[in-house]
């Protein structure tokens, strides 16, 4: 045995196993960056657990920048593979003989329930495995005796979205776009021949794509394994299509899960589906089966930014434990890095198969969290065709501010949603502006169709908001068109004009309805919910635009300073820095200094001279009234003593436009429901309170509008408190190699 030289720094291993997902490389660089600064010796196994097994040169230590421009990539750059070998106990044994070598006994797995759980055995076995291999000769004592315990964390990569313990799974939010993007082609063709679909997705047995594709992609009728259809099924399913084309719809789309069954247990395939449609439809329908399309490509921006947080806090956790220490899931929760006992977590996820199997559905559902739960009836509601609202109130939707992609999202939803409820629902053309000039029409089912993936705003939006004196007209327009509730969607100017107008509303009759605000910016500067809609589609065209910035670098030394908007809120400037791998953020939060960027200038140079070829620097459009972008490039340029050119990179409204991302039409559909419901409790109960979007452990809530000046910095316009700020030394970790700082 060749053993690793005396030391007393940490040594660990990250490998990445089983199925691929999009976002391990994020993981995968996190996990070598931040213990490299956490003064960790840091290994990459290639090929997964096969890797550990065969030893050899699948097993090298990697450098701060053997990890440098993988981000955007996807797949995995160190392999997976699904080991037979590991499986064994000799294959276990041979895979400790391996990492003793290297003085590894630290282990970051990226993968899923299986890997996930073969790793956890391999822990459990280790001190007997050690024993065997000194008994052998194979292993000197004393080194068996310094690296007694082995160390893991795990972090799930699944495209599925299957491991309780996590909101979501790497690679998920990649697949979804890719599901969604596949819809959304299939429905223009589709809608030209009044043709039907049915598109099978990935889910053995999570129906998390099958769901959330669906909402997102505006389809018909969505068949997942937590959920299996009541018998008579198929005359549901062909009824609903029906009525959607007798409400003027041109295309049916029918979502199918891989592991969709009836509730007796047989499989409902998309060729059963596509056969029963073509019959009782009589129509040509057509299947489209996705398969490993929703596994490639590169990954989303959340896919980058989440897995890059996953993969920091997994490296500090097995850098830091001690022997005693409990292998954890290393997850999210509402932003936020969450650990979860790994086993128990593992479990619990085994355990809902069963649960189908048994037909205890109830609970099979709620494993899967309250979100998903309230997500089914959600789509049950706004996949109906209702165009005889009776009983209801006179509800009317309103946009105000900056247009943010998923305005129409939440339009769609928020008709369908209350239709659904028996009520009229109004849509309000050209903003409170277009309330008074009494432009307002009765929005029918049929009327928002087509619009759940559409970019812009069919309403129209205005940053102009209502004045004191255009008070009373505004009133006066609410009593004459006998509106019961408004919903508003927008941005900060938005919610600003309502608290204003609410401060006065003793004053004004009309102000005596329910209002509430749902949150639509690009900036997410909003007090309340974490991420604004439209927030999510701006941050992936900035990481789209910079993927193609790097290209057209490759064959120069050059630096970019890209600037995005956000006003005096630096969260498009943070994540889209996480998200794209760049080396230096300036935000308005922190200022922008001459020593700082004489700091950045001494690095550059350094660091361009030892062989960097592109050098990134993302800005907030407001980080300082001084330094701006030209300013600073001007700066670089001068200082950089020939051995870089700098350009600069302003992205402008490219980041408003485009069509929503899946995550902000599933996230302005679950609003917009949830405040159709609110107002109408509100209508119920004869109460006129005044809010906004909030949230409670991540299931929205309504704040009262008065308390909008305590958590909002006015002169700002951003939050008082910005979750995302906590992310900074993450940043700091992973931008920087620590002998350059």
């Known amino acids: 045995m060749t053993t690793a030289p005396p030391t007393h720094r940490p040594a660990i291993a990250v490998l990445t196993s089983g199925g691929d997902a999009p976002g391990m490389n994020a993981v995968v660089r996190a996990v070598v960056r931040t213990a490299i600064g956490a003064g960790a010796d840091v290994f990459a196994v290639y090929e997964g657990l096969q890797g550990l097994v065969d030893g050899g040169q699948r097993i090298e230590r990697f450098g701060w920048s053997s990890v440098g421009s993988v981000q955007h990539r996807g797949g995995t750059v160190i392999g997976t593979a699904r080991s037979a070998d590991f499986r064994t106990r000799e294959g276990r044994r041979r895979a400790a003989l391996h990492l003793l070598e290297r003085g590894i006994d630290r282990l970051v797995v990226v993968g899923g329930d299986g890997s996930l759980t073969g790793t956890d055995v391999f822990r459990s076995e280790w001190p007997d495995l050690l024993d065997e291999l000194v008994e052998a000769g194979e292993v000197p004592a004393e080194i068996a005796a310094r690296h007694g315990h082995l160390v893991i964390a795990g972090v799930v990569g699944s495209i599925d979205n299957d491991m309780v313990g996590t909101d979501m799974t790497v690679g998920a939010d990649t697949a979804l776009h890719r599901i969604v993007d596949a819809i959304d082609a299939l429905a223009s063709t589709a809608a030209s021949h009044q043709r039907s679909f049915v598109v099978e997705v990935m889910g053995r047995h999570c129906g998390y794509l099958a769901l959330m594709s669906a909402i997102a992609g505006g389809a018909d009728y969505v068949l997942i394994p937590e959920n ?55 129509e040509d329908v057509r299947v489209t089966i996705l398969g490993h399309v929703q596994r490639g490509g590169a990954p989303s921006a959340y896919d980058r930014w989440m897995p890059t947080l996953l993969g920091h806090a997994a490296a500090l956790e097995v850098v830091h434990a001690g022997p005693d220490h409990e292998p954890q899931l290393i997850g999210v929760r509402n932003n936020r890095v969450h650990r979860t006992p790994l086993m128990s977590a593992v479990e619990r996820t085994r355990q809902i198969p069963g649960l189908i199997q048994a037909g205890d559905y109830r609970a099979a559902m709620a494993a899967r969290g309250s979100s998903f739960t309230d997500m089914v009836e959600v789509f049950d509601r706004i996949a109906q065709a209702n165009d ?116 006065e509303r003793d004053r004004y009759p009309g102000f005596g309805l329910p209002v509430i605000c749902l949150p639509a910016t690009i900036d997410n500067n909003l007090p309340g ?78 660091s361009f001279r030892a062989g960097r070829r592109f050098h990134l620097a993302i800005r907030n459009e407001a980080a300082s009234e001084g330094y701006t972008t030209e300013v600073m490039c001007r700066l670089f340029a001068e200082e950089s003593a020939g051995e870089f050119d700098v350009r600069p990179m302003v992205l402008g ?48 809530t309504a704040e009262p509008i008065r308390t909008m000046a305590d958590l909002v910095d006015s002169a700002l316009a951003r939050p008082r408190e910005q979750w995302w700020l906590d992310l900074r030394p993450v940043m700091a970790a992973l931008a920087t190699e620590p002998d350059a700082r």
């Not at 891989?258 to 029963?276: K, L, Q």
Request: charged residues 20%; negative net charge; proline residues 3%.
């Open 228 to 282: 299996p259809p009541a018998d008579g099924w198929e005359d549901e399913m062909c009824e609903r299509l029906r009525a959607g084309r007798a409400a003027g719809r041109r295309e049916s789309i029918v979502v199918v899960a891989e592991g969709a069954t009836d509730r007796h247990g047989n499989p409902i395939t998309s060729g059963h589906v596509r056969d029963v449609l073509a019959e009782r439809l009589a």
């Open 388 to 503: 005889e609202p009776s009983g209801g109130a006179r509800i009317a939707v309103v946009h105000g501010g900056g247009l943010a992609p998923g305005m129409n999202t939440a339009v769609r939803a928020a008709v369908r949603f209350g239709q659904s409820r028996g009520h009229t629902m109004l849509g309000v053309q050209g903003s409170f502006l277009g309330l008074v000039d009494g432009r307002i029409d009765e929005l029918a089912w049929g009327d928002v169709d087509g619009w759940v993936g559409s970019g812009g705003a069919e309403l129209g939006t205005r940053r102009a908001m209502p004045r004191m004196e255009q008070y009373y007209a505004v009133s006066r327009a609410l009593e004459n068109n006998e509106i019961d509730a408004l919903l508003v969607v927008g941005g900060h100017r938005a919610y600003q004009a309502v608290h204003d107008m609410h401060a």
């Open 529 to 606: 919910w974490e991420t604004t809609i439209g927030a999510d589609t701006a941050l992936n065209e900035i990481v789209t635009a910079v993927d193609r910035l790097k290209q057209s670098a490759m064959a120069s030394q050059r630096a970019f300073v890209v600037e995005v908007m956000g006003r005096y809120c630096g969260y498009l400037a943070l994540m889209g820095a996480l998200s794209t791998g760049a080396e230096r953020v300036y935000l308005h939060e922190e200022g922008v200094t001459l020593a700082d960027l004489s700091d950045d200038v001494a690095r550059m140079v350094a």
């Open 653 to 700: 409204h490219l980041q408003q436009g485009g069509n929503p991302t899946p995550f902000d039409r599933v996230h302005a559909t679950r609003l917009a429901a949830f405040c159709v419901d609110w107002l109408s409790a509100q209508i119920s109960a004869r109460t006129g309170q005044w809010a906004f979007v909030g949230s409670d452990e991540g299931r929205p």
